[in-house]
């Protein structure tokens, strides 16, 4: 069974597929005596897109945190995400025991656009919503300076800065519709640590939590 997270919002229904596309930067050039040579760059930011069903029932093969939602509460989520500019995390847990491994997605992405589709003869009296994502890579740590620039285009400098010395909580009460991948982003600040919990709280898995169960989090 697959769970798909967008930020703390998880979709009742995972989507029979999603695309997800890996630009590159790769550069060729023409020599005079040696003809083309390609120069190879790292990988450019990746591109995901997805339809996913927001049923008006609850059906069996459909999860949620607190009982059916409304088509209202997915479309303000992805409203507030596009509107306050900032990365959500997106999850594709293919295990609920295990957040990490080949098989499952965890990336930090902006929310390019959606879109409703009324579709009866497709999803009956349900409504499905297209999704695009676009990779973030967080350059909050990162300090960029202008160097020059090269065939018209500006090249940047980039230089780590020192780390925050937060001191974080060693627990955490949960609260209702909190999941260990949400406490691990809110405490955290990193979504992809709810692995980390699940063991060393000895979880059976990453959403059935209790309101007022006492998380460790060191």
Known sequence: MYIFY?????FPVAPEGVNIKANNQNKTLTLINEGEINL?????LQEISFE????????SFSKYLGGVLPIQHY???LAAMKATKKPVQFIILRNLKSISGIYNTNIKVSVE???????AGKYGQDIGISIKLKEYKDKSNILMSIVGKVENKTQYLLTKVRESTKILPKTYTVN??????TIAKKQLGDGAKAQNLLELNKLPNLIDLTVGQVIRLE
């Open 6 to 10: 967008l930020g703390s919002l998880l």
């Open 40 to 44: 190879l760059k790292s990988r450019g």
């Open 52 to 59: 996913v069903l927001i049923p008006h029932q609850k059906y």
């Open 75 to 77: 479309t303000e989520a």
């Open 113 to 119: 656009d959606y879109n409703l589709i009324d579709d």
């Open 176 to 181: 209702p519709g909190d999941t260990l991948f």
